[in-house]
């Protein structure tokens, strides 16, 4: 009888971390970009993705996006994301994004100022467009650098504490790509639409 049992648990633990293993596979399987052709010239299409006026038409769906000036972003400019709460009564989440480099109409690096992810890893942002005929490839890559609780970048772990770290990278970004690949979608019929 115990060895029904043991045999039932048994197979009931593969299946759980067969499923979880196969989950994360395909949410990493991804990568760390996300990439969208658009229907528009470059300096269209970077128009709309670096003007806080424009950003709240197609970032996270419901938000408002604030910033200290109006016109296309520049090095130092900031703008705040406020998501709408999850739950009524309750405020949304915020974050801040500061503007490290832009290239108008072919680059712009972000880096992730003020979330509740910044308090574990540094987060940026690096957004890349190239011509392809009449269209916009657009390509937006992270990358995740875990923090220590003093705020130091975690490099040298040991095997099984870097195994770990590397894990969590891969799912910040992982998330992060799958959130933007959203974004890039309502982009792009917000530029191809007008």
């Not at 470059?42 to 769906?61: C, E, I, K, M």
């Not at 994004?97 to 690096?126: E, F, Y």
């Not at 467009?129 to 040298?156: E, F, H, K």
Request: with cysteine; net charge positive.
């Amino acid at each position: 009888m115990w060895k029904w049992i043991a045999g039932g648990l048994l197979v009931v633990v593969v299946l759980v971390v067969g499923t979880c293993y196969y989950g994360i596979k395909k949410l990493t399987a991804g990568g760390d970009t996300a990439v969208v052709m658009i229907g528009a010239s470059p300096d269209r299409v970077f128009a709309s993705l670096a003007d806080p006026d424009s950003l709240g038409t197609w970032v996270d769906l419901g938000s408002t996006v604030t910033s200290s000036r109006h016109g296309l972003l520049q090095v130092d400019d900031s703008f705040q994301i406020l998501r709408p709460p999850l739950k009524a009564g309750r405020t949304g989440e915020s974050s801040a994004w500061r503007v490290v480099a832009v290239d108008p109409g072919h680059t712009m690096t972000l880096s992730l100022a003020n979330d509740s992810l910044a308090k574990v890893a540094m987060i940026t942002r690096h957004d890349s467009l190239a011509a392809m005929g009449d269209s916009t490839r657009l390509s937006v890559s992270y990358a995740a650098q875990i923090l220590d609780s003093t705020r130091i970048s975690v490099n040298n772990s040991g095997k099984s504490g870097g195994a770990v770290l590397g894990f969590a990278q891969k799912m910040i970004v992982a998330a992060m790509r799958l959130s933007m690949e959203q974004d890039l979608q309502r982009l792009k019929a917000r530029i191809e639409k007008h």
